[in-house]
């Protein structure tokens, strides 16, 4: 039986459930059903046409998906990668600042603010061949005597794609590992300067495993919204030259709203999630690692 204070809770917490199932667990229901049919936005009648597992058969012998998931993991590998050196270093420097700390804290912050939009568009002036400021200081330095195609060669657009997306996120890492190292209790580190031991022993040994489980969360954070690159990709690149740049979402969005194939593109979504829950599980085994390393149990 429910008493009255179950029943009480119960109906103050409806509101929220009722909200949940509409705008969160309904859709998944429906994009989930529909990844079994072979719905099209322009056959709206497809809906109610079962099929089972054909849309995930065909993905699985799709060599354009599988490309597109390669690249992800490029691009993933690469911008991680570079955001957690460039963070941790930006973060060094910004600790040892003895003058106007708070003032390099939030510049620091500055490229975190601007929509990924506009991070994209930026981009894409900087790095265009003819006008593009990137191209400009390179013929004018004399480096190079013609323009470089970096958003038509596809090894050249991967990494300016990269270079965009390591500007704009690179301060996630930077913020948090400076949270931990302003944190980091002072005991260790005078015991260490007594032992003797020098500046990259002392930050080898004792600074960096105790930032450690902030990494682990930067990492994790950062995973997540490259594994997901959209909006970056799409205004650089929009997926070319010739599908060459296309990232998992960029094609499943291609394939959802340009080929009007609903039903496959709900599929590949399905698949790409299982990308974003593997570097998520990841990544929180380093941490609870890590944790437990400094002794601190969750």
């Known amino acids: 039986m429910i008493d009255t204070k179950q029943k009480t809770t119960l109906l103050l917490l409806s509101p929220a459930i009722i909200v949940l199932v ?6 998944l229901i429906f994009s989930l059903y529909s990844s079994f049919t072979p719905f099209k936005l322009t056959r709206p009648d497809s809906i109610n046409q079962f099929i089972g597992f054909r849309n995930y058969v065909r993905i699985f012998g799709d060599e354009d998906f599988w490309a597109a998931f390669v690249r992800t993991i490029v691009v993933l590998t690469i911008a991680l990668n570079l955001e957690m050196l460039l963070g941790l270093g930006l973060a060094l420097l910004v600790n040892r600042a003895t003058m106007a700390q708070k003032t390099l804290r939030t510049i620091m912050m500055f490229p975190m603010m601007f929509s990924p939009i506009l991070v994209g568009f930026q981009f894409r002036f900087m790095f265009n061949d003819n006008i593009g400021v990137v191209n400009n200081a390179l013929q004018s330095l004399g480096i190079t005597q013609e323009a470089i195609p970096w958003l038509v060669d596809k090894y050249l657009a991967i990494f300016s794609i990269c270079v965009a997306e390591i500007w704009n996120s690179t301060s996630v890492f930077a913020i948090l590992i400076l949270a931990g190292l302003m944190s980091l209790p002072k005991d ?25 489980p902030f990494l682990y969360i930067a990492m994790t954070i950062r995973s997540l919204d490259i594994a997901r690159a959209y909006d970056i990709v799409q205004i650089m690149t929009g997926g070319g030259p010739a599908q060459r740049t296309e990232l998992l979402w960029t094609m499943i969005a291609r394939t959802g709203y340009v080929d009007a194939k609903m039903g496959m593109a709900n599929a590949m979504s399905y698949v790409a999630i299982l990308l974003s829950i593997f570097f998520t599980v990841f990544f929180f085994r380093k941490l609870n690692q890590a944790r437990h390393q400094l002794g601190v149990g969750l």
């Open 22 to 27: 509409m705008v969160i667990l309904g859709p």
């Open 188 to 212: 260790p580190l005078e015991a260490a300067e007594v032992d003797g031991c020098t500046k990259w022993q002392t930050f080898r040994h004792v600074t960096l495993p105790y930032l450690m």
